[in-house]
């Protein structure tokens, strides 16, 4: 399988979601309440359907084949080939809802005319994209192919991520992994020169006042920055949480409460970012 030469990737990128199974993550673990609660803020702002929406980075297929299913009209765009084909092969066996269009291509170069979607997703350009310039291009692509008052959802990575998720599963015991943290917290610039698959791939860490700035720079009327897993993800016993369903409803209260609290954003793995295009 061939990567087109005109999109920009990183080979580690590239090899993460290849080595890794990205389809089957947001089903086990903390993965869970990611995607529930992703699906919950995306859900709030859903327009009528049939909304013409825009899956960038959409990887493959989990959020994009959730809204084919709500009866919407989805495209998914993502750089790398292998989920592009697991996103087709899972659109494929959707047969009643199959997802709309399904393509490689680059968050910064979009093959969509202009004003074309009620809402894009920016599901990894936020933090794969590790210069901002690269960032700043792919939110001005969402504007130019969003019509007028058309919602824009952005994911990024907290800064914070790699220092709780090291003491939560230990990964603080090898100074490998100190050095990563180390630097997340300096300048967000996420690396890992080193095998293990469980310290992520190249990747740019976001403060959530980093993140709203980007947004605005564009032209974007910012609305709000929503903590997806807020404390959940750090519940060492967060299965007994999510498997009872009185705990889990409780624990979900609690972080729908605290979902904008700036003082504990940080502290969520995952960010979302809510903006209208004026």
Do not use: C
């Amino acid at each position: 399988m061939e990567y087109l030469p005109n999109i920009i990737i990183s080979e580690k990128i590239k090899s993460h979601y290849e080595e890794n199974n990205e389809q089957e993550r947001l089903s086990v673990g903390t993965g869970q309440l990611e995607f529930e609660r992703t699906k919950e803020l995306i859900g709030r702002h859903l327009p009528d359907k049939p909304a013409t929406i825009l899956d960038i980075g959409g990887a493959a297929g989990a959020y994009s084949l959730w809204l084919a299913r709500e009866g919407h009209d989805v495209h998914l765009v993502d750089p790398v080939p292998f989920l592009v084909e697991q996103a087709r092969q899972a659109s494929a066996a959707q047969k009643r809802a199959p997802i709309k269009s399904i393509n490689v291509g680059d968050a910064r170069k979009l093959d969509f005319p202009d004003g074309s979607a009620d809402m894009v997703l920016l599901m990894g350009p936020m933090y794969h994209l590790v210069e901002r310039g690269d960032r700043l291009t792919a939110l001005k692509e969402a504007n130019r192919v969003l019509k007028k008052n058309g919602w824009l959802i952005a994911a990024a990575i907290s800064k914070f991520a790699s220092t709780l998720d090291g003491f939560v599963r230990e990964y603080m015991d090898d100074p490998k992994f100190v050095e990563i943290a180390e630097r997340d917290l300096i300048d967000g610039q996420h690396r890992n020169p080193f095998d293990n698959l469980a310290y992520f791939t190249t990747a740019f860490f976001h403060h959530p006042s980093e993140l709203k700035k980007e947004i605005e720079e564009e032209g974007f009327a910012y609305q709000n920055t929503f903590a997806v897993e807020g404390f959940g993800w750090m519940l060492q016993n967060f299965e007994n949480h999510w498997n009872n369903p009185r705990r889990r409803e409780r624990m979900l209260k609690f972080i729908r409460t605290t979902e904008t609290e700036p003082t504990m954003i940080g502290m969520s793995a995952h960010l979302l970012a809510v903006a209208r295009k004026i």
